[in-house]
């Protein structure tokens, strides 16, 4: 797999989504529009991940091939929403990239992904959950670190994990998470084998 440096990941990252900014449908519900097209892959061979909050369910493609699903999987506790706070226990939809790994985490592997995005961070600006000041900030802080601020209104630290040090029990029936997206030790095992750093990740 083509390694994405960082930096080079982040310049991505910040310019995707300027192309749907400049659009009048892009303006009323940013997010919405971009899930309208992102379960279409970028190309043929494209390996990317579609997580459905409707189905409980992770689906692992190669362009429009399905290569593994995972279900159920768990999600935040309040569910998911197109716009997230901090706290507030909700799985952000939208399209995003993988940015890191951790293989000690709590929650066996993290697998962490780029929330919150320029386009959630329009949308604050938009409906006043950023100032001006915050939305300058953001681009600041992502220019900078080469990843978005986690410690804004919007929240941050969402991921891809295992269960670890969780219940099993309690992830088999319940979504419980605080965000992020949850399977088990050897489904989070397996995925990590296939994708890597710059991987798109949907969560509709």
């Known amino acids: 797999m083509k ?8 310049q991505l990252a910040l310019l995707a ?17 971009l899930l309208t097209r992102a ?5 043929a061979d494209e390996i990317w991940v579609l ?12 362009g429009n091939l399905l290569l593994e699903r995972f279900a159920p999987i768990s999600l935040g506790r309040s569910g998911a929403s197109i716009m997230r706070t901090q706290g507030d226990n909700k799985t952000p939809k939208g399209e995003f990239r993988v940015n890191r790994f951790n293989w000690e985490s709590d929650w066996h592997v993290f697998i962490g992904l780029d929330y919150p995005t320029p386009s959630h961070a329009r949308m604050a600006l938009e409906s006043g959950l950023y100032t001006e000041q915050d939305y300058a900030d953001y681009f600041a802080y992502y220019r900078h670190h080469g990843y978005p601020p986690q410690q804004t209104v919007l929240g ?11 219940d ?9 998470t605080q965000g992020c997206v949850a ?6 095992e397996r995925l990590s084998e296939l994708i ?9």
């Open 3 to 10: 390694y994405v440096s960082r930096r080079r990941f982040g």
């Open 17 to 33: 989504p300027f192309t749907l900014l400049m659009a009048d449908e892009g303006r009323a519900n940013l997010i919405e529009t």
């Open 39 to 43: 379960h279409l892959p970028r190309h």
């Open 51 to 62: 997580v459905d909050d409707s189905e409980a369910s992770l689906s692992l493609y190669r």
């Open 156 to 166: 941050g630290f969402i991921g891809i994990h295992g269960v670890g040090r969780g």
């Open 168 to 176: 099993p029990e309690v992830h088999a029936s319940y979504h419980w």
């Open 183 to 188: 399977v088990t030790d050897e489904q989070i």
């Open 196 to 204: 890597d750093i710059g991987t798109r990740v949907v969560i509709r």
